[in-house]
């Protein structure tokens, strides 16, 4: 089992940033790819970034690469999203997810957090 728990959510204007992170505790932090999704009202969720166990490969949608940067620090077991430049579409629930295998699909991860808010007005 792993526990996951974002944090960092909130209420920001656009253009501006935040950083999420995301703790995890329980098995072997390191032995999995840790991911970010997110979901919209309405909408589906939808696959944000992913980083390999040891930070060698990364992936980004289309619609946050240059914006949004993905990393992890494997000693403190914990995952961050840095979001610059946000849009009010990029306001969703951001829900970080483990696997161990690296992926943009959902059902590949097998532990998901409960997930932060993130809302970005215009």
């Known amino acids: 089992q792993v526990q996951l728990v974002e944090s960092g959510g909130g209420l920001v204007q656009a253009g501006g940033s935040l950083r999420l992170s995301c703790a995890a505790s329980?098995?072997?932090?390191?032995?999995?790819?840790m991911g970010w999704f997110r979901q919209a009202p309405g909408k589906e969720r939808e696959f944000v970034a992913v980083?390999?166990?040891?930070?060698?490969?990364?992936y980004y949608a289309d619609s946050v690469k240059g914006r949004f940067t993905i990393s992890r620090d494997n000693a403190k077991n914990s995952v961050h999203l840095q979001m610059n430049s946000l849009k009010p579409e990029d306001t969703a629930v951001y829900y970080c997810?483990?696997?161990?295998?690296?992926?943009?699909?959902?059902?590949?991860?097998?532990?998901w957090g409960q997930g932060t808010q993130v809302t970005v007005s215009s």
């Open positions: 997810a483990a696997s161990s295998r690296i992926g943009p699909e959902a059902y590949k991860y097998g532990y």
């Open positions: 980083m390999s166990w040891n930070g060698a490969i990364t």
């Open positions: 329980g098995r072997t932090f390191s032995n999995y790819a």
